[in-house]
């Protein structure tokens, strides 16, 4: 299939691939032998390494990547998969260099139950399915404890085709040289659900808001110009 594990199940109505961890070295991996499932998951109790690009096809449903203990991907990869509902979590902080999460056909998830998420460049690649679906055409990135830094110095892109409707919630927001798609819903999430003064003046960031510091676009303008309508901010 693709992958490095210790042992893998099935059961009626989702798949599990568990191990103490696991490595993906390959640029495909074949879920198709859980065809018909509503979910699968891949659970490592230490780490998950993604070592390459990989696209994860031959299934279209839930597929959830999950390490207890840390998601090490290699820097300049793409990681895909065409389905309804694409997640990637840990209770540990994650940080990703150059990294592209994508999921052409539905939603996408970056989950961090008790760390930060930390994304220089990068960015996702999101939409464009018929999915009737909460999940379709969603991206969600979550630090509830934590601090999200989605920063340059060149651009964090969210590629869409429809419009996307974009969460992202953590205590403190730091969004430098991000660009979010015109004609999406953006909602920002932070502990006092306030922008912090000045943005997109360079300013270092104030724990508890929403942050933009530099070059954070919605479609070409500010994106300050944008909070209230198609930007909403609000507390955790």
Do not use: C
């Not at 989702?14 to 696991?22: K, Q, R």
């Not at 490592?44 to 990989?54: F, G, L």
């Not at 460049?121 to 379709?136: E, K, T």
Request: proline share 6%; aromatic share 14%.
């Amino acid at each position: 299939m693709g992958f490095t594990t210790g042992s893998s199940s099935s059961y009626a109505d989702w798949g599990l691939v568990a191990a103490s961890n696991i490595f993906v070295q390959t640029p495909t991996v074949d879920l198709s032998p859980f065809s018909g499932l509503q979910a699968v998951l891949f659970a490592a109790v230490n780490d998950i390494n993604i070592e390459q690009s990989v696209n994860f096809q031959g299934y279209g449903g839930t597929f959830e990547i999950f390490a207890f203990g840390k998601v090490n991907i290699a820097n300049g990869t793409t990681v895909g998969f065409n389905g309804e509902f694409f997640a990637i979590g840990s209770p540990n902080s994650m940080s990703f260099n150059n990294v592209t999460f994508a999921n052409t056909l539905g939603g996408f998830l970056l989950d961090s139950h008790n760390g930060d998420i930390t994304m220089t460049n990068g960015g996702f690649n999101v939409g464009g399915g018929s999915f009737d679906m909460p999940a379709d055409r969603f991206i969600g990135l979550s630090a509830p404890n934590g601090t999200i830094s989605l920063t340059g110095p060149g651009n964090m892109m969210f590629i869409d085709f429809p419009v996307t409707n974009i969460s992202i919630a953590a205590r403190t927001l730091v969004l430098d040289h991000v660009r979010f798609p015109m004609g999406s819903s953006v909602y920002l999430y932070s502990a006092n659900g306030m922008l912090a003064p000045n943005p997109n003046m360079g300013n270092s960031p104030l724990p508890g808001y929403v942050n933009f510091v530099n070059g954070v676009f919605y479609g070409g303008s500010p994106a300050q110009f944008f909070v209230g309508t198609d930007i909403i901010i609000s507390p955790q």
